[in-house]
T-cell receptor
């Protein structure tokens, strides 16, 4: 069965410093992987997706993620944090069970300090 | 481009009252549709999904139900709300072909009092 583990429930960075949000996945087949962001009381927004093409995936707002099969990881990074990046981030893997169901990680809350 | 709408944005209902939340999608045909609930401080829980008109699959037994009367309309209902039904309800859609990312609506904040 597919699963995803976000290794940090909270991450705190200073504005202008790099961001690293860690995600490990488990899948018995070649998965599709996604990162979503959720600002308070808002819906989820797709940041980026990996679908077995390039292993380094660029997303919106300067975020990128690297798919590492040997490490079963899909960490999200950004070179320089902005105050507006403060939000909840979800790592997501596609479910092989059909009907396009997604399996969500528990989320990482990113705080950005001035 | 595709857009997804949910209403109402916020709702306060007493215990035992009925519920109807609506979700509509524009700019696409035959989408897969999903209802999620997000309780305070917790992750997303898939409640229902639908791959076509009149086709509903339930993920979690509860006092909620879903219907899909039209291709791009998805409704979440309850006959009698419980306190535990409070939460943030999100509707999402995806295409019926890969890679199956889902696009979410703005959500409805439901408080049962």
């Amino acid at each position: 069965a597919q699963s995803v583990t976000q290794l940090d429930s909270h991450v705190s960075v200073s504005e202008g410093t790099p961001v690293l949000l860690r995600c490990n996945y488990s899948s018995s087949y070649s998965p599709s992987l996604f990162w979503y962001v959720q600002h308070p009381n808002k819906g989820l927004q797709l940041l980026l997706k990996y679908t077995s093409a390039a292993t380094l995936v660029k997303g919106i707002n300067g975020f990128e993620a690297e798919f590492k099969k040997s490490e079963t990881s899909f960490h999200l990074t950004k070179p320089s944090a902005h105050m507006s990046d403060a939000a909840e981030y979800f790592c997501v893997v596609s479910d092989s069970g059909g009907y396009n169901k997604l399996i969500f990680g528990a989320g990482t809350r990113l705080a950005v300090h001035p | 481009s595709q857009t997804i709408h949910q209403w109402p944005a916020t709702l306060v209902q007493p215990v035992g009252s009925p519920l109807s939340l609506e979700c509509t999608v524009e700019g696409t045909s035959n989408p897969n549709l999903y209802w999620y609930r997000q309780a305070a401080g917790r992750g997303l829980q898939l409640l229902f999904y639908s791959v076509g008109i009149g086709q509903i699959s339930s993920e979690v037994p509860q006092n909620l139900s879903a219907s899909r009367p039209q291709d791009r309309q998805f409704i979440l209902s309850s006959k009698k709300l419980l306190l535990s039904d409070s939460g943030f309800y999100l509707c999402a859609w995806s295409t019926d072909t890969g890679p199956y990312e889902q696009y979410f609506g703005p959500g409805t904040r439901l408080t049962v009092t």
